[in-house]
């Protein structure tokens, strides 16, 4: 399961609506790819359609679509949003990483 937080959801919504999305039937779609400072590296984006093997959750409103290789990565993930004097941005609350990088991007376990 992956959460998201209030000020996550927020900044989700109105990204979402941004882009041409709609917040109460399309996805974010939550992964992990090769790359980043520390090995693996956090992508999210939007999607309109899920596959087969995706793993569907949804939190305080939002519908989150990983994929069957991401999810072991992301387990107990908290996405937050993040709009402090240190940058903006999704912040991936992981307790699996073992080591992240100082821009919070990237990890490894």
């Given at each position: 399961m992956i959460t998201v937080s209030e000020t996550a959801r927020?900044?989700?919504v109105?990204?979402?609506t941004d882009?041409?999305?709609d917040a109460t039937s399309?996805?974010?779609?939550?992964g992990v790819k090769s790359g980043?400072?520390?090995?693996?590296?956090?992508?999210l984006t939007f999607d309109r359609n899920t596959a087969a093997e995706d793993k569907i959750f949804e939190d305080n409103g939002v519908k989150i679509i990983v994929?069957?290789?991401s999810f072991l990565y992301l387990v107990g993930t908290t996405l937050e949003y993040s709009g402090g004097l240190n940058g903006k941005g999704f912040v991936f609350n992981n307790p699996n990483a073992q080591r992240t990088?100082?821009?919070g991007e990237s990890?490894?376990?």
């Amino acid at each position: 399961m992956i959460t998201v937080s209030e000020t996550a959801r927020k900044k989700v919504v109105e990204l979402m609506t941004d882009d041409g999305f709609d917040a109460t039937s399309d996805y974010v779609r939550v992964g992990v790819k090769s790359g980043g400072c520390s090995g693996l590296s956090y992508d999210l984006t939007f999607d309109r359609n899920t596959a087969a093997e995706d793993k569907i959750f949804e939190d305080n409103g939002v519908k989150i679509i990983v994929d069957k290789k991401s999810f072991l990565y992301l387990v107990g993930t908290t996405l937050e949003y993040s709009g402090g004097l240190n940058g903006k941005g999704f912040v991936f609350n992981n307790p699996n990483a073992q080591r992240t990088c100082g821009c919070g991007e990237s990890f490894s376990l």
